[in-house]
């Protein structure tokens, strides 16, 4: 028997041992910190869970005919803005300046090739990317509420598709990469925790270009459409209030102090939000309707998203309370500015989350205030000061939004198409564009 082969890989596998040791010894040095990790871990599943959350509020307002259409279009963005995400979106958005500035750019993150062994502040950036993923997917979804009944599939895949590369991607590098330029503004940068400018007041803006764009769905005002299932709205309130713990508390990618801020100033904010749109309907009209109740809960959530993590209870409360207002009146003036925002994205992200944006700076703790002076060359830093970079921020997320949104949707409407056909919008968009019904019923076209 011939042992040579056996011998030759016996001292192979000796000189290798040191190797091993080593590799495992550079693991060891890269600590990962096993609370901050679980959390983010949750957080990131907590804001998926958003998505079914949203199919479900936005599902339950619309006809019949178009229940499925609707959630489709919450679902979609979880499969296209998910693998554009991590092809590309990841690096546009926290990668290095280029362009000005404009947007990102690092080759480690594209297709997340580089970030297979990578640990940021004790949490592996694996579930970094993936928890900021989901802010990703999320955000168009909420446009679509503005286009609900009256789009064409391949239109609305097209429509998220060019707006996440061209609105979302250069607005979250300009207020969350470390070298955005709202990032960098002022003292400590432009406040906005959890996507209040680059989440709602983004999606809320283009929302209205959108609507002004497509025009009023078929028989809007004139005759009355009711929602098919409010049932199904208020369930997927609930889902979407308690994923909303994970995107503000999630957004401090961490498992401490502020943390607990921002879980409890999400709840306050939601319960206040609620409580006023109750007492504005019963004083108004004598009676409590459920879908004011998640109004005012959205009102609330939204208002808190960017300032959760400065603001105190009190705070809160006043902030869910002047959304609850705000976008109260805001939707009741729908039909006299001549848009048909179908589910008031407009509203409610838009009014409500810009809202919370400007009026943030005058409820920070005085600590946060006392650390940005500290960054500053005079030793000073007021609320004044904070309201001025918070106004440069929403001034350029609407700018941005508003522009390229139009442009976005005049080229979706003169290749693909964007608007369904008079006919088709008629029978419903399940049965046109899906050959589906949603309730396995047949039902008129009401």
Request: charged fraction near 10%.
């Amino acid at each position: 028997m011939n042992r040579k082969p056996l011998s030759l890989l016996a001292i192979l596998t000796l000189l290798s041992l040191p190797q091993i040791s080593l590799a495992q010894e550079e693991v060891a040095d890269v600590v990962v910190d096993s609370g901050t990790t679980a959390w983010m871990l949750i957080s990131t599943a907590l804001v998926l869970f958003m998505v079914p959350g949203l199919a479900m509020f936005y599902g339950g307002l619309v006809r019949t005919k178009n229940v499925i259409g609707t959630m489709m279009h919450s679902f979609v963005s979880m499969a296209l803005i998910g693998v554009l995400w991590v092809v590309c979106g990841y690096s546009l958005t926290f990668g290095e300046n280029i362009l000005g500035g404009f947007v990102g750019w690092n080759w480690d993150y594209f297709m997340l090739q580089g970030i297979d062994d990578r640990v940021v502040d004790g949490v592996p950036e694996y579930v970094l990317a993936m928890f900021q993923g989901k802010f990703a997917i999320i955000t168009p979804a909420l446009i679509s509420g503005a286009l609900a009944e009256r789009v064409y599939f391949r239109g609305y895949c097209l429509f998220i598709s060019l707006w996440f590369l061209l609105v979302y991607c250069p607005l979250c590098h300009w207020v969350w990469a470390s070298d955005g330029w709202l990032f960098n503004a002022g003292a400590n940068g432009v406040i906005d925790l959890a996507g209040g400018l680059v989440i709602h007041v983004s999606a809320g803006f283009s929302a209205l270009v959108g609507a002004y764009y497509l025009g009023k769905r078929q028989g809007h005002p004139k005759e009355t459409i009711n929602p098919n299932n409010l049932v199904m709205t208020m369930m997927g309130a609930g889902f979407l209030w308690v994923g909303w713990f994970g995107f503000n508390a999630g957004s401090t990618v961490q498992s401490g102090l502020d943390t607990a801020r921002a879980l409890t100033m999400t709840q306050v904010s939601a319960a206040s939000g609620a409580l006023t749109w109750v007492v504005i309907e019963a004083l108004r009209f004598k009676k409590v309707t459920s879908l004011g109740f998640v109004s005012g809960v959205l009102a609330g959530l939204v208002v808190i998203t960017p300032a959760a993590g400065v603001v105190q209870p009190i705070g809160a409360i006043i902030l869910g309370a002047a959304s609850s207002v705000a976008c109260f009146y805001a939707l009741r003036m729908k039909d006299k500015l001549g848009y048909d925002d179908s589910l008031d994205c407009f509203g409610i992200h838009g009014i409500g989350s810009g809202l919370g944006v400007l009026l943030l700076a005058f409820f920070i703790r005085p600590s946060w205030l006392s650390d940005a002076a500290a960054n500053t060359e005079s030793g000073t830093w007021t609320a004044l000061n904070q309201f001025g970079i918070q106004t440069l921020g929403i001034a350029a997320t609407i700018g941005l939004s508003v522009v390229v949104t139009l442009i976005i949707c005049f080229i979706v409407g003169k290749t693909v198409g964007f608007r369904v056909d008079p006919q088709k919008e008629v029978i419903g968009i399940d049965q046109s564009l899906h050959g589906e019904h949603g309730y396995g019923l047949v039902h008129s076209t009401d």
